[in-house]
């Protein structure tokens, strides 16, 4: 299966700072990603398509002006979580399409803590 | 609304013996039909896809069923084993792009 990777693993930082998160796609060019967002013994609820070379699709109820993507390249996709809360603390996971496939793959995931 | 449930948030069993795993939904036709597995502080690992057209399908001691009418997924673990202890989602299809919308997963113990 496609193999994604995500940067920082976790990243802890204080309320009002932005926070960077990276996806990328190690073994094909991915024309779409998918941001998830996880809290603790909830389901994942995606937040975004990442469409590269264009605005990303976010979903209802997630502020675009908040959560900033950017799909640059068809390896890397970009979350930035802008002007952190403590209530934005969470588990936050990108995934990719396999070429060719249905099948959804998912990276590691990145745990933030906002203090 | 539509809507997907996973019926036990929790399931405790015997090592060696068969786990069954349910999701049902509503609302909803989904073309096809995803199972991952996820370990705690992990992205969720892919384990079967199944489609609308397709009955069962199975990979090495997993199987999956898909029906239409009831609109339900059943997921079977037979012989299972500790190392199969994780939470299990079920997903479905929504969307041009493929987006998932996933359930909250069942909690599965295996006990030596």
């Known amino acids: 299966g496609a193999v994604v990777s995500q940067h920082p693993s976790w990243v802890i930082c204080k309320s009002g700072t932005s926070v960077k998160i990276e996806c990328r796609s190690l073994?094909?060019?991915?024309?779409?990603m998918f941001w998830y967002r996880q809290f603790p013994k909830q389901s994942l609820m995606l937040m975004a398509t990442s469409n590269e070379g264009s605005k990303a699709t976010y979903e209802q109820g997630v502020e675009k002006d908040k959560f900033l993507i950017n799909h640059a390249s068809l390896t890397l996709s970009t979350l930035t979580v802008t002007s952190a809360h403590p209530e934005d603390s969470s588990f936050y996971i990108c995934?990719?399409?396999?070429?060719?496939?249905?099948?959804?793959?998912f990276g590691p995931g990145t745990r933030l803590t906002v203090l | 609304s539509q809507k997907i449930e996973q019926n036990s948030e929790a399931l405790n069993i015997q090592e060696g013996k068969t786990a069954t795993l349910t999701c049902n939904y509503t609302?909803?036709?989904?073309?096809?039909l995803q199972w991952y597995r996820q370990d705690p502080g992990r992205g969720p690992v892919f384990l079967l896809l199944?489609?609308?057209?397709?009955k069962e399908k199975r990979k090495e001691r997993l199987k999956v069923t898909f029906d239409t009418t009831l609109k339900q997924s059943l997921f079977h673990i037979t012989a299972s084993q500790p190392a199969d202890s994780a939470t299990y989602l079920c997903?479905?299809?929504?969307?041009?792009?493929?987006?998932?919308?996933f359930g909250k997963g069942t909690k599965l113990s295996v006990k030596p």
């Open positions: 609302n909803y036709s989904p073309a096809y």
């Open positions: 199944i489609r609308e057209n397709e």
């Open positions: 997903a479905l299809v929504h969307g041009s792009q493929g987006n998932l919308i």
């Open positions: 073994d094909f060019q991915a024309t779409t």
């Open positions: 995934s990719e399409i396999a070429g060719g496939t249905d099948t959804q793959y």
